[in-house]
């Protein structure tokens, strides 16, 4: 039987009967010593033979690995890295797909007293770089050959980085070669001389705009993000019926939000599996052998799921079947807690769900029953879906410099279109102009070279929000992407895109109309929703520059563009569209390594097309 959730209720500041400040008091104890380092020996002392992680092997079958072996391999490589010469506080970075590897040297560092710096996989040598430089990292772990090449090209650069290590040539096994004479006193006098207020990590910010700020994030602050999320969030990490708690990790580990999942499942002993690639079908069979009861994903991912259910559907001629179980779920899951749905709406889920929701539950692997989801808004109508097919929901929200989550849906209370109460330990407050402003343990220590922050500050988030009256928040924008016509109407551009990019022939979507007479957009198409298109529609062979203009693409879009201009007034909807023939990509500098829109680059490469929405017709 699950553990019940532990829920604190928030602390609320009304100013002229509008919700300004909302708190959440902590439900975890901050340490008062020892760093993440500790984590693997705790736990080996704790519950030896517990599995803590898997590890696929080469028949695609998941072998486990115990909580005594974890912390095994980290005190064998963390030596390693000793042997080689580095020093406390040495900063290590880590350029690799989410991969076991990489779990392994990330705790391994910090057990030898490192700091670790995360480098995104598809990061170009310009931007890899400059991580390595600001950074200062005198160390450098890559996953393959092509991403030594792309650190080795740059070596003339970077005179103080002293080593260079390949995971698919043997690296680890050389670091721990290295570190046999190492005394495993050694390791422990490094994690000793480690507090909670040490610096951890370099997370570098995305850069819609200049260049990448590195985050400097101490242990307290993921102690403070962790330990509060697993005691708020018990049915997830705790105790999930009778299946023991997992999670297959697909995010990018350079990514706070995978990151922190990662620490935090090490930390309250959940097992984890890795699965570096995100193709459908790769994803798909590690998703079927792992079969985790619980995953973090972006909408993005649960978008897709969605969309190629209902591709498949059609295919099979049963769309319209898809759609009423689609309505009759959303129905369901737009139940207020606490209420019994109608008898009605009961029978209509019950029929639905082997044929339906029982398939969308057997794609995630069969046994998942919560999603936490962050990165960008999910969105009401896709939230509902999935709590009506029978997965629990948790959105959140938050920035790198929050160690991730700084709101999360409390258990019981959901509240399909926020992003839940603060955090326990967390307080947020709205400025005068809708900014959103965070104050927590969980709040960095500032930007690295940069002025310090955390403490009592509040942080500026630059996102645009609201409290209800019971203290939820919802976000509805970002500050700088603000959009402000000709005719002083004041445009959150967010909405709109996250609405159109739900539907599956839409890739990326921008909206704009800045200083202009009406809102636009430059819609980009999904390739697997556009070959499901033209498969449909008998139109396999036609080019891609004749599709742009469609007559029955564009209707289609249109009807897009329709249901998501019924979240706004007329004077805020879209008024015309432009379908572009390429995508928005992050090698072509218009999306930042997690997906989000470089708007000035977008806007500059496409002046053409948007100079021609605002042509007379």
Known sequence: ?????KLVEPVKTVVDGVVREVAVPPLAAMPVAGSLGDIPFDNAREAPGEAVLARKERDGS???????EFAAEVLAVA????AE???PGDRLAIMARTTYEWTLLDFAGWAAGLVTVPVYPTSSAIQARWILQDSGAVACAVED???????????AALPWLRHLWEFDTGAVARLVKAGEHVPDDVVRDRRAGCAPESVATLIYTSGTTGQPKGCVLTHANFFAEVDNSVELLHPVFKSVSKDPASTLLF????????RMVAVGCMRARVKVGHAPSIRGEDLLADLAGFRPTFLLAIPYVLEKVYNTARATAEKMGRASSFDRAARIAQRFGEVAPGERPGIGLRAARALYDPLVYRRIRAALGGRVR???????????????????AGIEVFEGYGLTETTAAATLTPPLRPRLGTVGWPLPGTAVRIADDGEVLLRGPHVFAGYWNGPSAGGDQWLATGDIGELDADGYLTITGRKKDLIITSGGKN?????LEDRLRAHPLVGQCMVIGDDRPYVAALITLEPEGLQHWRQMRKKVGVPIGELVGDEELRADLQRAVDDANRLVSRAESIRRFAVLPGEFTEARGHLTPSLKLRRGAIARDHEREIERLYRRP
Not at 1 to 5: E, H, I, L, N, S
Not at 79 to 82: A, D, T, W
Not at 251 to 258: A, D, Q, T
Not at 370 to 388: E, H, I
Request: no cysteine; proline share 8%.
């Open 1 to 5: 039987m699950d553990v019940q959730p």
């Open 62 to 68: 998941w072998r486990d690995v115990s909580a005594a």
């Open 79 to 82: 030596k390693g890295l000793i």
């Open 85 to 87: 010469g580095l020093r």
């Open 145 to 155: 050959t092509a991403q030594a090449r792309i650190i080795s090209a740059e070596r």
């Open 251 to 258: 995010l990018p580990l350079s990514h706070v939000f995978g």
């Open 370 to 388: 919560y999603v936490l989801s962050g990165g960008s808004p999910l969105g009401r109508r896709l939230a509902a879906f999935y709590t009506g």
């Open 491 to 495: 445009v959150a551009p967010a909405p």
